[in-house]
T-cell receptor, first 113, second 111 residues
Framework: EPEVTQTPSHQVTQMGQEVILRCVPISNHLYFYWYRQILGQKVEFLVSFYNNEISEKSEIFDDQFSVERPDGSNFTLKIRSTKLEDSAMYFCASTWGTSDTQYFGPGTRLTVL | AQRVTQPEKLLSVFKGAPVELKCNYSYSGSPELFWYVQYSRQRLQLLLRHISRESIKGFTADLNKGETSFHLKKPFAQEEDSAMYYC?????????????FGAGTRLAVHP
């Protein structure tokens, strides 16, 4: 069964550094999402992406964040200048249509020191 | 405001006991409700959604619009049900169905 994959599984970075989290959605899916989960807190929506543009973003998704689908398979989340409070688990999800189930990747644990 | 509330952080039961994981929601409109499960060291995966009205692994959930609830139930818990359970809603705002999650309930089933 096809799965969403994410790399790396764990990323450690210094405050102020740029990080890129990578996701490979399921191949025929058209809608892509990023969520994050700070330790001990709920999973929160960050951004949705369709047809090569952001379709919706939350208030968390400020100018430090950007998303891109650089080729036909990858979907990336970039944090330009990381802050301590960006430490969290970041989940990518994809779906074929908006009425369909979202399939989640295993997550990337980001630790900002 | 859109919100999902799961009042219990931890639910601890013995094998064979009935289980009910509570979920209440706040949404003006007709949301779609889901239960996602996360087993230890695994990804979030869909357990069931209200429009399917099916039973998965013995779990069922009924949407009660009057009480704005979507509680997850299983008559006889098994040890392998031990996991983190998240209730979520999809608001279909603008046609793009972001998921709004509750805080999750950890179910621990003891032998």
């Amino acid at each position: 069964e096809p799965e969403v994959t994410q790399t790396p599984s764990h990323q450690v970075t210094q405050m102020g550094q740029e990080v890129i989290l990578r996701c490979v959605p399921i191949s025929n899916h058209l809608y892509f999402y990023w969520y994050r989960q700070i330790l001990g807190q709920k999973v929160e929506f960050l951004v949705s992406f369709y047809n090569n543009e952001i379709s919706e973003k939350s208030e968390i998704f400020d100018d430090q964040f950007s998303v891109e689908r650089p080729d036909g398979s990858n979907f990336t989340l970039k944090i330009r200048s990381t802050k301590l409070e960006d430490s969290a688990m970041y989940f990518c999800a994809s779906t074929w249509g908006t009425s369909d189930t979202q399939y989640f990747g295993p997550g990337t644990r980001l630790t900002v020191l | 405001a859109q919100r999902v509330t799961q009042p219990e952080k931890l639910l601890s039961v013995f094998k064979g006991a009935p289980v009910e994981l509570k979920c209440n929601y706040s949404y003006s409109g007709s949301p779609e409700l889901f239960w996602y499960v996360q087993y230890s060291r695994q990804r979030l995966q869909l357990l069931l959604r209200h429009i399917s009205r099916e039973s998965i692994k013995g779990f069922t959930a009924d949407l009660n619009k009057g009480e704005t609830s979507f509680h997850l139930k299983k008559p006889f818990a098994q040890e392998e049900d031990s996991a983190m359970y998240y209730c979520a809603l999809s608001g279909r705002l603008g046609g793009y169905n972001k998921l709004i999650f509750g805080a999750g309930t950890r179910l621990a089933v003891h032998p």
